[in-house]
């Protein structure tokens, strides 16, 4: 079932028509993992960093807090728990280990609003009773809500130096690929903030790679800290992986853009389907607002809309 949503990193050349078809090397490089739980007859459990916060940039982006977005990737994750559960009586469970504390001051999200998107997304849990996911934060792996101090806490036991994570992006292809894959939604939202400051370009395109590298090293950092909390979980992710990862990377939901998630984009009902954009490209269809609960939730293509 999984590998219908798996996010293959296909700029990671294998030498292969298809960048990673179902394989045995696939399979093998979680085998241990899956065994274990089956012998014990506990569920299957998976950790996935991801759901952090919305992006700053409101030109991807509805508003600050979770909408149709998270709400339909949330029942994604729940329903492959159910869909593990129709084939093995345990079934699975989902840890989601937000990360939006880890690096909220690096891309310009305040720790409060952090905070308002995750007790918000729990809330989105509550109500749509999806009982096998659950949340895990910076707070939960160190005890404290002391962000600032926290997050030196990660980068001093946990985090690489910035020297060699620029070697590690020189010299290897998926550490490139990643890299440039945040960068580009990095210097997007400088771009963004930066047209009312006047910064030219090149100042902006240079101030997003730092920040680019910086995300990467505390993302890479808390990923440390999510293995040493959950050794025995199966590792997921948002992000495309290389061919026979240990991680799976995840696709979310339908998306035309293989980095997009639902914290840095819209969902757009074109008639046929939902899907990923960005709220740009949207707004470029004339597509309108649907709000609900006096919040806006996602968007409907020009041709959906009824005129009164």
């Not at 948002?238 to 997009?260: A, C, V, Y």
Request: include cysteine; aromatic fraction near 10%.
């Amino acid at each position: 079932m999984l590998h219908r949503y798996q996010r293959v990193d296909d700029s990671v050349s294998t030498g292969d028509e298809d960048p990673c078809p179902p394989c045995v090397d696939c399979f093998l490089a979680r085998q241990a993992k899956i065994a274990r739980f089956i012998q014990q007859g506990e569920e299957v459990h998976f950790v996935i960093p991801a759901f952090p916060a919305k992006s700053p940039n409101k030109k991807k982006v509805l508003g600050a807090l979770p909408d149709l977005g998270e709400l339909m990737a949330l029942n994604f994750l729940q329903s492959m728990c159910d869909y593990v559960g129709y084939f093995y009586s345990p079934g699975a469970r989902v840890t989601i280990c937000s990360d939006g504390h880890v690096f909220s001051d690096v891309v310009g999200v305040t720790d409060n609003a952090v905070t308002a998107y995750r007790e918000s997304l729990m809330a989105c849990i509550k109500a749509a009773n999806l009982t096998s996911l659950d949340l895990f934060g910076l707070d939960d792996a160190f005890g404290s809500s002391d962000y600032p101090r926290l997050r030196e806490i990660l980068e001093r036991d946990y985090a690489v130096s910035l020297h060699d994570l620029r070697n590690s992006v020189r010299t290897d292809a998926a550490a490139r690929s990643m890299f440039n894959g945040i960068h580009r939604f990095m210097y997007e939202d400088a771009l963004a903030r930066g047209q009312n400051g006047g910064s030219s370009k090149t100042k902006l395109r240079n101030e997003s790679k730092d920040a680019a590298f910086e995300t990467i090293r505390r993302s890479n950092a808390w990923s440390r800290v999510v293995a040493e909390q959950f050794p025995e979980a199966i590792r997921l992710s948002i992000h495309p992986q290389p061919p026979h990862s240990e991680k799976f990377g995840l696709r979310l939901m339908p998306t035309r853009d293989g980095w997009l998630t639902p914290w840095h984009g819209v969902v757009l009902d074109d008639g046929n389907t939902r899907y990923l954009a960005k709220r740009w490209d949207a707004e470029k269809l004339g597509a309108s607002i649907v709000w609900r609960n006096g919040l806006p939730s996602h968007f409907v293509a020009p041709h959906l809309t009824l005129n009164s």
